[in-house]
């Protein structure tokens, strides 16, 4: 079992920046294809980015692309999601994934790992 722990949620101005981490002690973490979700109040979880175990494919919701920088270390099993230019919009709890098939996925269902999530609220 791969055990996912997300932290640097929190309070933020519209237009701020917040840097999320989802780390594990999964020494296996290099082989694992990388996802951030969000869900908002009342919404449906959402797609927000994707990492391939490389590092070398990402993916973003439209919503969040040129916004928000998906990143991952696998020399400290440490995955990123640098979210710049905040809007109220983006105000979810954050969840990150990890897959261990071949692509990474864009879709909840491919993945099999979770994280228990990390807020973040933006203020207008």
Known sequence: ?????????????????????CSTSE??????????????PGKAREFVAAISWGGTIT???DSV????TISRDNAKNTCFLQ???LKPEDTA????????????PTT????DYW??????TVSS
Request: net charge negative.
């Open 1 to 21: 079992q791969v055990q996912l722990v997300e932290s640097g949620g929190g309070l933020v101005q519209a237009g701020g920046s917040l840097t999320l981490s």
């Open 27 to 40: 020494h296996t973490f290099s082989v694992f294809n990388m996802g951030w979700f969000r869900q908002a």
């Open 59 to 61: 993916y973003y919701a």
């Open 65 to 68: 692309k040129g916004r928000f």
């Open 83 to 85: 979210m710049n230019n």
């Open 93 to 104: 709890v954050y969840y990150c994934a990890a897959d261990p098939g071949m692509e990474a």
């Open 108 to 111: 909840e269902y491919e993945y």
């Open 115 to 120: 994280g228990q999530g990390t807020q973040v």
